[in-house]
């Protein structure tokens, strides 16, 4: 848990930034999410010394980060407003217990693990190298691929200008760094107390 947690605090990427053949703290200095007030955050000294180790903590930040802000919306959202299901005043980690009690719950949570499990096959197949062609120490990343880059953008949000895409690189990871740390507070919070934090 301090791993993920140190590790999130501590990178950030941008592909015009990486530079090849270097790792460590010098690269983690150069990437996006390095910002005010603390700079690089790494009071533990958990950034690692290779270059495909460090994207693949910059990938599994950008991943968990995204994850987090989703399940920060939806707690919140979860918490008064359920119309498909008679859950209201339960605590928001008692859902799910309660969804799946019915046939509808069930179907509904086979739908989602359905499409959960199809957008991380094409995550798997978009950035990661087949593990039949693996070389060793050469990282699980293809080579070329900037870590969190899917694809997926169908409002056409990605700014062109470099500047500011370097600024959304940053408010996305400041944002994803403080949903992971809310849904764990939020978390916390309902099984101490066993109510509704909201």
Not at 35 to 44: C, I, Q, V, Y
Not at 47 to 71: F, N, Q
């Amino acid at each position: 848990m301090s791993l993920a947690l140190a590790s999130s605090f501590s990178l950030a990427l941008a592909p015009n930034m990486v530079v090849p053949g270097s790792g460590g703290r010098a690269l983690a200095e150069k990437m996006p999410g390095v910002t005010a007030p603390f700079g690089l955050f790494d009071p533990l000294g958990l950034t690692p010394d290779s270059e495909a180790e460090l994207l693949e903590y910059r990938e599994a930040e950008l991943t968990h980060g995204r994850v987090a802000m989703v399940g920060a919306l939806g707690y919140l959202t979860q918490s008064h407003f359920t119309p498909m299901f008679d859950i209201y005043n339960q605590p928001v980690i008692r859902h799910l217990d309660i969804v799946l009690m019915s046939s509808l719950g069930r179907g509904a949570g086979a739908t989602l693990l359905a499409a959960i499990m199809l957008s991380e096959i094409h995550r798997a197949r978009t950035g990661w190298t087949d593990p039949d062609e693996l070389v060793p120490g050469s990282g699980r990343l293809q080579a070329g691929y900037v870590p969190g880059t899917l694809g997926f953008d169908p409002l056409g949000m990605k700014p062109k200008d470099e500047a500011a895409f370097k600024s959304m690189q940053n408010k996305e990871l400041n944002n994803g760094r403080l949903a992971m740390i809310a849904i764990a507070g939020m978390t916390a919070q309902e099984l101490v107390t066993g109510q509704q934090a909201f």
